[in-house]
Nanobody, 117 residues
Framework: QVQLVESGGGLVQPGGSLRLSCAAS????????MSWYRQRPGKERELVAT????????DYADSVKGRFTISRDNAKNTVYLQMNSLKPEDTAVYYC??????????WGQGTQVTVSS
């Protein structure tokens, strides 16, 4: 069955870094665009970053541009989110998403990121 398993979340001080990973299985990973979303306390889920299936193009929310980097390794069926210069407002549950036109989209279970001193 399809699985997206996020890892790498945790507690970090402001200005620190974390690297999230999302391991995929059960579908043809290399044919899906991958995204990271987040849901901050009391807010709706929002798109953070997207990478195309081949990894040739990326896009970011304005709030994370220059601080976050999305990447993927199709040989390992894994997508990453490198988060630098973290701010308290980055505190959220981060979700991995896989999508392909004409197919069902898939979601991971989420990983908590807390930025606090």
């Amino acid at each position: 069955q399809v699985q997206l398993v996020e890892s790498g979340g945790g507690l970090v001080q402001p200005g620190g870094s974390l690297r999230l990973s999302c391991a995929a299985s059960g579908f043809t990973f290399s044919t899906y665009a991958m995204s990271w979303y987040r849901q901050r306390p009391g807010k709706e889920r929002e798109l953070v970053a997207t990478i195309t299936s081949a990894g040739s193009s990326t896009d970011y929310a304005d709030s994370v541009k220059g601080r976050f980097t999305i990447s993927r390794d199709n040989a390992k069926n894994t997508v990453y989110l490198q988060m630098n210069s973290l701010k308290p407002e980055d505190t959220a549950v981060y979700y991995c998403n896989a999508r392909r036109v004409g197919y069902d989209a898939y979601w991971g279970q989420g990983t908590q990121v807390t930025v606090s001193s």
